[in-house]
Nanobody
Framework: QVQLQESGPGLVKPSQTLSLTCTVS??????????WSWIRQPPGKGLEWIGY???????DYSPSLKSRTSITRDTSKNQFTLQLTSVTPEDTAVYYC???????????????WGQGTQVTVSS
């Protein structure tokens, strides 16, 4: 079975870059029609789709975050990463990586999730 695991620092200072890595096991991130996604949930709020990197390497981002977001991958390590620049306290959230089998973007039903990792933006 496919498993995903997030890793990265739990505390980031305002104006700096949030960087997280998702390690995928049990499946290749280059498998056809797989879209590797990042989602976040601020405290007390709903889930927000951030974006994905597709099996082909193509990316798609939420319009509200596109200017600050970069999702990349390392196929040799079967990992994909999230970088979110110029963070503010409003970026504080639990961040999840997940597998999407549709490529529909923000409305995609995500089939597999990591456990999530708390990231706090604070000075």
């Amino acid at each position: 079975q496919v498993q995903l695991q997030e890793s990265g620092p739990g505390l980031v200072k305002p104006s700096q870059t949030l960087s997280l890595t998702c390690t995928v096991s049990g499946g290749s991130i280059t498998t056809n029609y797989h879209y590797w996604s990042w989602i976040r949930q601020p405290p007390g709020k709903g889930l927000e789709w951030i974006g994905y990197i597709a099996y082909s390497g193509t990316t798609d981002y939420s319009p509200s975050l596109k200017s600050r977001t970069s999702i990349t991958r390392d196929t040799s390590k079967n990992q994909f990463t999230l970088q979110l620049t110029s963070v503010t306290p409003e970026d504080t959230a639990v961040y999840y990586c997940a597998r999407d089998l549709t490529g529909w973007g923000r409305i995609s039903p995500l089939s597999s999730w990591g456990q999530g990792t708390q990231v706090t933006v604070s000075s």
